[in-house]
């Protein structure tokens, strides 16, 4: 059964770093592209970071470039979220999905999604 499980998430001051995780199981994943999304209380679901399958692109959403980090590990099955010089508009719901396409900015093209992360960025 294919999984995903977020974790890393939590309370950071402004400025301050968190580091998120997201651990795939019960399917190949190194063959898929994942994403990080943003839900942002009130708010859709938005990409802020995703990584390809094969050649490890990488792609950012404006809001984060220069602060996020995403990177992967395909001998453990884990892709991370590095993030930095956080903002309170960053706090929300992070979560992580599997995409047997190329990376989108589109939900519907993911075939696997986590349960979700909460960051919470306040003073």
């Known amino acids: 059964q294919a999984q995903l499980v977020e974790s890393g998430g939590g309370l950071v001051q402004p400025g301050g770093s968190l580091r998120l995780s997201c651990a795939a199981s019960?399917?190949?994943?190194?063959?898929?592209?994942i994403g990080w999304f943003h839900q942002a209380p009130g708010k859709e679901r938005e990409g802020v970071a995703c990584i390809s399958a094969h050649y490890g692109n990488t792609y950012y959403a404006e809001s984060v470039k220069g602060r996020f980090t995403i990177s992967r590990d395909n001998g453990k099955g884990t892709v991370l979220l590095q993030m930095n010089s956080l903002k309170p508009e960053d706090t929300g719901v992070y979560y992580c999905a599997a995409s047997s396409n190329l990376c989108s900015i589109n939900l519907d093209r993911y075939d696997y999604w986590g349960q979700g992360t909460q960051v919470t960025v306040s003073s």
């Open positions: 019960g399917f190949a994943s190194d063959n898929y592209a």
